[in-house]
């Protein structure tokens, strides 16, 4: 999982394998993936839920791979009780931007100087619903 994500990822943004692994012990902590192609991992807790992470490999890509991670992490948030979903993106990644929009998220917040680039996240947020 460590290797995909830094496939995905720029360097100062990889995840280490003890990252994951610290990641997953979190409670509430799921996750999804697709080996060689794409991971999502997430978390549920009192009520919300958080994306983690979504990565997919630059060679997966365009293929509807993160909208179906994406759409199982919802799932699986929604199986955990939660109401709403919450994740960080580059405000830069338009491609992130625009799945996350198509799936229902709508910015609720910034944080500045987020990223070791010193590029800004925007806080994303959608609700869920049990149906």
Known sequence: MAALHA???PPAEAWGAGAMA???EMPGAFGLWRPG???????AAGGEAEILTLAVAP?????????ALLAGA??????RGAAAM???VAAGNAAALA???AAGFAEVG????YYADGSDALVLRRDLSPS
């Open 7 to 9: 496939a995905a990822f």
């Open 22 to 24: 610290l990641m997953l």
């Open 37 to 43: 192609a794409g991971l999502v991992l997430a978390r």
């Open 59 to 67: 060679a997966a890509r365009r293929r509807g791979l993160g909208a």
């Open 74 to 79: 919802l799932q699986g948030a929604v199986l």
């Open 86 to 88: 919450f994740l960080e």
């Open 99 to 101: 799945l996350y929009r």
């Open 110 to 113: 910034r944080r500045h100087r």
